[in-house]
């Protein structure tokens, strides 16, 4: 991988050397945790600095002996894909006690541990907050008491904190996400698929009560993922009467032949008057009202448990790294931070505000103020649940019997065009209906069926199609195929007026390379099939051990995939388009590799899995150095110290039901872009038909970092390499680096934007989504 300019400012100013870090999980455990114990393992050993493990949390801690251990390079290999924590997590509750904290304190000051790096939710992180408020006075009495020198008072005279979130349940202000969010998303829609298959098979309604106790983000999340009919979060609590409301929509339902209702409730789930509503309180409901089928289901600790997904280990993973450089660059005025999610930048934001803000959601439920505990869950929270609102339920006042979804709630006619542009020109147009796009969110692929057919030699078809069918806007899914599509429809406005149409596209690949928008829906499925993947290639390779698997990822010319799968699989090199590399990288990539099978084997090292090293190629990083070429010049070079096998991935990367993220995303930037045309129908509206000819009357809405947004076609010609069909800037790149940091590879990064401490804006957290939901 090529190196970053040298004329960056780099962390190899922020020497680690004489520092001692200690790493605890502490409170309940969350998928991810030890991707982010690996990152700060691995990111303070590569500054010079000695890390230590605190086994049990804060109870390690105050208990001090063989809870701390001082680890290597190895301790941390292989536990990547595993769940939970393997340095355990316990609750403590005599650190909540001045006497604790004394004990923790002398147990530290022992090692000379003076940076700690806390993995846990708001109590957790409040601790350790509260720990090093007290740090001096601690010292000093432990000098009184003659157990420490007075030198060690003057030598270790602060204690600087940095926290990262570990919670399923998102409840944190000041992050979009928190870690294990996602991976306890991915099981929930696991369990809510399975159960699909065997509730329309017997006409049946299932309750599903999900973790959630003071936050209804994965309730709210699962539902709109799933098409649940009604959920239940503490923030919003449902309105008076709302049993029979419920019960109508459910028979209304079982009437239109609907064999499946699903109710999802969260754990902390209450009415308007604060009292608690149960899943076994709906089950009966339904039972006594409508004599249904009902079965209950609480998926309970399933929720925590199962490999981490994707999105997980990569935002773990950049937090820990994030977490050692702020310990290196904290001084004695720098307050407490936890490190947090902001669209695609990891950032740092004062611990204690964070905490406060999370604080005031639980006491606007207490008084009875939801709409105000909504309002500071923050923007995405508010938008999932004003998009569920939106898609659950049909406006009473409507004229037209045939609408689909947001479609209906905005009055138009909704028409399904199949096999793209060439389908298009042929005829292959249908009318549908609302119910005819049930159960649709959890199918992968396209139902409507797709081509990669450009519009240009069929515009005239074209045109005579939205003419006879009176199609006055059009939607576009698809990837950089459909961006070509809506410039040439675009440009043919000059000759046909029946283009002269509000037309929004809505990017949908797996190669995420549509210029315009830093996610595209379905690479967040295909990057999970890769990191399952490779998952079963570490699992298959544990009996053999010094095996190097060469793997060849999708994306054409685009990079995303090998590099952010080669990330969230921990790869030791991963090869792309859009950085070249050549014979002397290969040789260089080999011999890092030898050595490092060489020095594991000398040490004794035992790997539960083997010992596995994975090289990520995508498919058109190079066209002289392919995969064969790679898989032939490591099986040589490699002979005598490891083997070598090749895996090509292929297709399989698109099949598969989509992931949470994907399923959520798709179903947000989709609403949002129906009532785009909705307001670009109004506006366009003169004398009895639709003529829209401006420029931002055709548009891309992308995702681009905290923000949906909505981008005219022609401007974003300039952001394209059209001969490479890629991006000419692409965020993820600056994620290079991180995968040969905790690969052990010497390498610059770029730390320019790192050390600004922010203040959290007051009521606007969590205001996007970015890599999970």
Known sequence: MAELPADKKFFENLS???????????????????????????????????????????????????????????????????????????????????????????????????????????????????????????????????????????????????????????????????IGTDSALHRIIEVVDAIMTTAQSHQRTFVLEVMGRHCGYLALVSALACGADWVFIPEYPPEEGWEDQMCVKLSENRARKKRLNIIIVAEGAIDSHNKPITSEKVKDLVVQQLGFDTRVTILGHVQRGGTPSAFDRILASRMGVEAVLALLEATPDTPACVVSLSGNQAVRLPLMECVQMTQEVQKAMDERKFCEAVRLRGRSFENNLNT????????????????????????????????????????????????????????????????????????????????????????????FEAYLGLLELSAAREKYDEFCVPMVMVPATVSNNVPGSDFS???????????????????????????????????????????????????????????????????????????????????????????????????????????????????????????CRKNVLGHMQQGGAPSPFDRNFGTKVSAKAVQWISKKLRETYRRGKVFANTEDSVC??????????????????????????????????????????LAKYKTSYDVSDSGQLEHVARHSPKEAETGAI
């Open 700 to 741: 891309l809405l992308g995702m681009r970092r905290r923000n949906l947004i909505f981008q005219p076609v022609v401007e974003l010609k300039d952001q394209a390499d059209f001969v490479h069909r890629i991006p000419k800037e692409q965020w993820w790149l600056k994620l290079r680096p991180l995968m040969k940091i």
């Open 388 to 479: 569920y609102k939106l898609l659950s339920h049909r406006k009473p006042d409507t004229e037209l019997p045939k609408v689909i979804r947001v479609g209906i709630t905005e009055g138009h006619n909704m028409f399904a065009v199949i096999d793209g542009f060439e389908g298009f020109a042929n005829g292959q147009i249908k009318e549908i209906s609302w119910r005819d796009v049930g159960g649709w969110t959890g199918q992968g692929g396209s139902l409507l069926g797709t081509k990669r057919t450009l519009p240009a030699k069929y515009l005239e078809k074209i045109a005579d199609q939205m003419r006879t069918n009176n199609i006055n806007a059009l939607m576009v899914i698809g990837g």
């Open 521 to 643: 829906i379905g690479a967040d499925t295909a990057l999970n099939t890769i990191t399952d993947t490779c998952d079963r290639i570490k699992q298959s390779a544990s009996g053999t051990k010094r095996r190097v698997f060469i793997i060849e990822t999708m994306g054409g010319y685009c990079g995303y995939l090998a590099n952010m799968g080669g990330l969230a699989a921990g790869a030791d090199a991963a090869y792309i388009f859009e950085e070249k590399f050549d014979i002397r990288e290969l040789q260089a990539n080999v011999e890092h590799l030898t050595e490092k099978m060489k020095t594991s084997i000398q040490r004794g090292l035992v790997i539960v899995v083997g010992l596995f090293l994975s090289c990520y190629r995508n498919e058109n990083s190079n066209e002289n150095y392919t995969t064969d070429f790679i898989y032939q010049l490591y099986s040589e070079e490699g002979k005598g110290v490891f083997d």
């Open 16 to 178: 680690g050397a004489g520092k001692a870090i200690g790493v605890l999980t502490s409170g309940g455990d969350a998928q991810g945790m030890n991707a982010a114990v690996r990152a700060v393992v691995r990111m303070g050993i590569y500054v010079e600095a000695k890390v230590y493990f605190i086994y049990e949390g804060y109870q390690g801690m105050v208990d001090g002996g063989d809870n701390i251990v001082e680890v290597s390079w190895e301790s941390v290999s292989s536990i990547l894909q595993v769940g939970g924590t393997v340095i355990g997590s316990a609750r403590c509750k005599e650190f909540r006690t001045r006497e604790g904290r004394l004990k923790a304190a002398f147990n530290l000051i022992q090692r000379g541990i003076t940076n700690l790096c806390v993995i846990g939710g708001d109590g957790s992180l409040t601790g350790a907050n509260l720990f090093r408020e007290e740090w001096s006075g601690l010292l000093e009495e432990l000098a009184q008491s003659g157990k420490i020198e007075e030198e060690a008072v003057k030598k270790y005279v602060y204690l600087n904190i940095v926290g990262m979130v570990g919670s399923i349940d998102n409840d944190f202000c000041g992050t979009d996400m928190t």
